[in-house]
């Protein structure tokens, strides 16, 4: 059995058609025909063409999934001395953007259904920093962990009541669905990746869903070093390169032409993982909670309800021993609030993204996943419990 790995880049063919195209027309620059059509492609994409009332909204392509976390603080004004309320449970991409900007992140604990930031704990963090330093969070960041839709009803209406715009990190969570409605779409902003490693890649990548084609063009304009309307160089703001190339605007293109054969294939492998691993007493495969949220399931994950497979106990051995079977496995995130980088910043916790931490696997889920591949991956899971 070949290396199996937890999602790796999967093309379409149509990439090179693309990217032949750029070079033919010597588009070979942060802008171009790639671009404009990669963003009307995800624009129709988040949507919602299926029936579900329509969301309009406008998109920029950028150059990574963190550059547009970060473009969105940007816009919504966070700067040195503000708070932002950010999930815990997650990648540093979520939260670095906060430091870029002077601000402080306040981490948020998850709710066990979803592994994301749990509503009850989020209003508690939003009254105790305004009672301790006087001032609302500036914006409040979400994530969609390994694609699971956040309580984002739930989210929106705390958030509204306090007027504390949302910026959704979709950047696992791409084609997810709430009631019908894409994921990244909800709050203010939302934030996408591309990275190789994700649903679809750009080779690196990602791009900032904007309310409005006003915001669309101020995001532009902080991602292309903000440059004043003058004959000559004129700054009057910070500015960015964040512009995605043409080049890799391309590549978008063409895996905007498999992105829903994606998702299904990765919702297949979970359900296939759930069959497989439903007599196992142990092992817990992570599922939608609710009909109404439709996971992409980027990563299945599982999780171990014994003692022995723990981070404390032999996890990291299991890792190892399917990794010598040519299989990998990785822990769930390790939260925020466990970082050394982020040992200062105020943390709301409940315990549960250190349980998921300590007791959790993501599994290979990509599109060179197959049955055999799955078949063998649970074998192995299996013999070693
Ligand atoms: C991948 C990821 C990002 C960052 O995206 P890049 O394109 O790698 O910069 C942000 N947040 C989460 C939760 C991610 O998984």
């Keep these: 059995m070949d290396r199996i790995y937890l999602c790796l880049a999967h093309m379409s063919g149509e990439e090179q058609k693309y990217i032949k195209e750029a070079f033919d027309t010597n588009w070979v620059v942060p802008l171009g025909p790639n671009v404009n059509a ?34 969105g603080l940007v816009m919504l004004g966070v700067e040195k001395g503000d708070e932002v309320i950010c999930q815990s449970f997650t990648f540093a991409a979520s939260a670095n953007p906060i430091v870029y900007q002077g601000a402080t992140p306040v981490f948020v604990d998850s709710e066990p259904d979803t592994y994301n930031i749990d509503p009850q704990l989020l209003e508690e963090a939003i009254k105790d920093r305004i009672a301790k330093t006087g001032k609302k969070p500036k914006a409040i960041i979400p994530v969609y962990l390994y694609g699971m839709p956040a309580r984002i009803d739930e989210i929106m209406e705390i958030a509204n009541r306090y007027e504390i715009p949302v910026l959704e990190d979709a950047a696992e969570g791409f084609g997810s669905k709430y009631r019908g409605q894409v994921c990244g779409t909800f709050g203010t902003y939302g934030a996408l990746s591309f990275n190789g490693n994700k649903m679809i890649t750009t080779s690196g990548g990602g791009a900032l869903i904007c309310p409005d084609a006003d915001s669309k063009k ?43 054969e994606h998702i299904r294939h990765h919702q297949w492998a979970h359900d296939r993982y759930v069959e497989l691993l439903s007599g196992v007493e142990d092992v817990t495969v992570h599922t939608s909670p609710e009909s109404y949220m439709e ?57 549960v993204s250190e349980q998921m931490f300590s007791q959790g696997l993501c599994l290979p889920s990509g599109p060179y996943v197959g049955e055999e591949e799955i078949e063998y991956i649970v074998k192995n899971i299996i013999k070693s419990l």
């Design 295 to 351: 996971s992409n399931y980027w990563l299945t994950t599982i999780r171990f309800n014994d003692s022995k497979h723990t981070m404390e106990g032999e996890l990291l051995e299991l890792v190892d021993k399917l990794s010598a079977a040519n299989i990998e496995t990785r822990p769930l995130w390790k939260p925020m609030h466990k970082q050394p980088v982020y040992k200062d910043a105020p943390a709301y916790v409940n315990g």
């Design 218 to 260: 101020r995001v532009m304009f902080y991602a292309t070093q903000a440059r004043e309307a003058y004959p000559y160089y004129q700054h009057e703001k910070i500015g960015y390169n964040y512009r995605m190339s043409n080049i890799c605007a391309g590549i978008g293109r063409g895996q905007m032409t498999v992105a829903e």
């Design 38 to 71: 990669f963003e009307d492609d995800l624009a129709r994409f988040v949507g919602g063409d299926d029936g579900a009332e329509p969301c309009a909204k406008e998109i920029v392509a950028l150059s990574s999934g963190t550059a547009a976390v970060h473009l």
